[in-house]
């Protein structure tokens, strides 16, 4: 299924990145620069994790791709690509509190991402956040943080 979507948004992607050069009469070496990478987002944007124990961990809303994620302190850094471009998207990372029996515990999140309708199909590409400090497991100082395909280590002081 990923494979898919993955192949669909590429298709997509180069189907609306066509970009036009023009040349000045004068001009004598023509460059383009490349669209930036999305803007670090400040703190105040950093999202808590919603633990609720009857959470629907299959509910994840309209189609992304998760591309990686990373931890650093008690912050979760989400990389996801998605289409879209007209309308704002909002995301949720939800947790059932439940951790797997292992040696470090592990816990599994679910990614929610709301498009608002958005029926654009500009591939958009974005780092989300989010604090996990409530995915803490009292008896170990590491949990294993796993969102679809990828995982990340998470290590704190109780």
């Not at 189907?15 to 703190?43: G, M, R, V, Y």
């Not at 994620?69 to 690509?81: A, Q």
């Not at 958009?124 to 990340?152: C, D, G, H, P, W």
Request: with cysteine; charged share 20%.
């Amino acid at each position: 299924m990923n494979k898919y979507l993955l192949i669909i948004s590429v298709v997509l992607f180069s189907a609306c990145h066509h970009k036009e050069l023009s040349k000045t009469p004068d001009a004598t070496n023509t460059t383009t620069t490349p669209t930036p990478l999305p803007e670090a987002k400040p703190d105040s944007d950093i999202k808590d994790v919603q633990v609720l124990p009857n959470v629907d961990m299959q509910d994840v809303g309209a189609a992304c791709k998760v591309d990686s994620i990373s931890v650093s302190g008690d912050v979760l850094s989400v990389f996801v690509n998605y289409s879209g471009g007209c309308k704002a998207h909002s995301w949720e990372l939800l947790s059932n509190g439940m951790f797997a029996k292992s040696l470090p515990p592990k816990v599994t999140v679910c990614l929610k991402h709301t498009n608002n309708g958005d029926m654009c199909r500009e591939l958009k590409m974005q780092e989300v956040k989010f604090n996990i400090s409530k995915l803490k497991y009292l008896a170990s100082q590491t949990v294993v943080v796993e969102l679809r395909e990828s995982s990340a280590r998470y290590t704190y002081k109780n």
